[in-house]
C-alpha cells in the first residue's frame, strides 16, 4: 500500500525555488572571485575570495522587492539562453561575468567581459551592488571582533559606497552598525559615524 502510494500521489513537496547567479573572476584584482546567488523566495549566498582559497559560500537574505526586481530582469533577458551580451568592439579584459538561471531542470547561462545592453547593465549594477555590500559587512564584522582600531575606516569605506548609491539593501548593515554606536569600547569617532549612518540610512533623502 505505501509503495503504491509513492508511485500514485503527487508529491507533497515543491521543487527547489528557481534561482539568479552572477559569477566574476578577475585574477589578480581584488577580490579575484565573486558569486551571488539569490533564490525567488529571498535566500541568498554570497562567495567573495581569492582564486587560490577553497569555495567558502556564506548565506544572507535580499529582500522581496529587490529578489522580484532581480527575477524582473532575468525573464526580461529570457533568463539568458540564447543570449549574446559582449559588444563587438575591442575592451579591455574587465574579468569573465556569467549571468545564470536554474530552476529544476531549467537553466540558462551567458557569459560575457562588457556589454553595452542596458537590461544586463542593471542586473550587473545589482549584483555588483550586493558584492560590494556583502563585503563590507564581512570586513566590518572582521573589524569589530578583531582590529576596533580599524573600524573607523570600515565605515568610511561603507559611506563612500552609500555617497554613490552603489548598495541596493544599506539597512542590512543596521545591526552591526547599532552595536558599534553603543558599545563604548569602539572609539567615539567611529561611534559618532555609525549614529550618522545609521540615521541617514533609516532616513534616506
Known sequence: LLFFLAITCPPLFAADPAAVSFRKVFKSSNPEFVEIKVHENGAATYDIRSLAEDPDAQPFEVGAPLTAKIFQLSAQLNHFRGLDLDTKRRIANLGEKTFRFEHGSDSGEVKFNYTID??????????????RQQDHLRTL?????????????????????????????????????????????????????????????????
Not at 119 to 129: C, P, S, V
Not at 154 to 161: I, R, S, V
Not at 186 to 197: D, G, K, M, N, P
Open 118 to 131: 542596458a537590461t544586463a547593465n542593471q542586473l550587473l549594477m545589482i549584483f555588483e551592488g550586493l558584492a
Open 141 to 205: 564584522l572582521h573589524r569589530m571582533k578583531y582590529d576596533r582600531l580599524g573600524v573607523n575606516n570600515a565605515l568610511m569605506n561603507f559611506e563612500t559606497d552609500l555617497n554613490h548609491k552603489i548598495l541596493p539593501e544599506p539597512e542590512r548593515l543596521l545591526p552591526a552598525l547599532q552595536q558599534i554606536a553603543a558599545d563604548p569600547r569602539f572609539v567615539e569617532i567611529a561611534r559618532q559615524r555609525s549614529r550618522a549612518l545609521i540615521e541617514r540610512i533609516r532616513n534616506p533623502k
